[in-house]
T-cell receptor, first 114, second 112 residues
Framework: AQSVTQLGSHVSVSEGALVLLRCNYS??????LFWYVQYPNQGLQLLLK??????LVKGINGFEAEFKKSETSFHLTKPSAHMSDAAEYFC????????????FGTGTRLKVLA | DTGVSQDPRHKITKRGQNVTFRCDPI?????LYWYRQTLGQGPEFLTY????????KSRLLSDRFSAERPKGSFSTLEIQRTEQGDSAMYLC??????????FGSGTRLTVV
């Protein structure tokens, strides 16, 4: 069964510093991969997605992620953190191409320090 | 505003009571999903509909849970005889025929 693992349930960075949130997936076939962001008491907002096109995917708010098949990874990065980036981030995979239901990781809470 | 509206936003209920949540997609999308998110966890798939047909149910969906989508547009999720373990955020999503899911803001259920 497909799954995703997010390393680090909490990550703290200083404002202006690099953001790196890690996601590894287990899959026997090239998957669809996603990063979503969730602000307190809100639903999830799509940041970016990988669908077997370009391996470097650019998303909203300056985020990007690189699909590395050899490492089964899809880490999320942003060159310079902003206070408004403080939120919870979820990596997700679609396990079944017949539907678009997701399997989510456990999430990483990003804290941005002034 | 997202393309999916959920009501209520918050619900506090006593253990043993029944609750019902509603999900309204703004546009009529074929597929509609329900997820449950407990504190500190990612959302977990509960069930999904294609039009009015409920095509898959997770084993997380016990007999106390029932979901409907009677006209293929809005959907309801009912929990009977609520337990404290049912306390969670219940999220609804639609997929607009593509791999992106559009999520509602969720209903936060607290069972006391």
């Amino acid at each position: 069964a497909q799954s995703v693992t997010q390393l680090g349930s909490h990550v703290s960075v200083s404002e202006g510093a690099l953001v790196l949130l890690r996601c590894n997936y287990s899959s026997s076939v090239p998957p669809y991969l996603f990063w979503y962001v969730q602000y307190p008491n809100q639903g999830l907002q799509l940041l970016l997605k990988y669908t077997s096109a370009a391996t470097l995917v650019k998303g909203i708010n300056g985020f990007e992620a690189e699909f590395k098949k050899s490492e089964t990874s899809f880490h999320l990065t942003k060159p310079s953190a902003h206070m408004s980036d403080a939120a919870e981030y979820f990596c997700a995979v679609i396990p079944d191409s017949g539907t678009y239901k997701y399997i989510f990781g456990t999430g990483t809470r990003l804290k941005v320090l002034a | 505003d997202t393309g999916v509206s959920q009501d209520p936003r918050h619900k506090i209920t006593k253990r043993g009571q029944n609750v019902t949540f509603r999900c309204d997609p703004i546009s009529e999308h074929n597929r509609l999903y329900w997820y449950r998110q407990t504190l500190g966890q990612g959302p977990e798939f509960l069930t999904y509909f294609q039009n009015e047909a409920q095509l898959e149910k997770s084993r997380l969906l016990s007999d106390r849970f029932s979901a409907e989508r009677p006209k293929g547009s809005f959907s309801t999720l009912e929990i009977q005889r609520t337990e404290q373990g049912d306390s969670a955020m219940y999220l609804c999503a639609t997929d607009e025929g593509a791999e992106d899911n559009t999520f509602g803001s969720g209903t936060r259920l607290t069972v006391v």
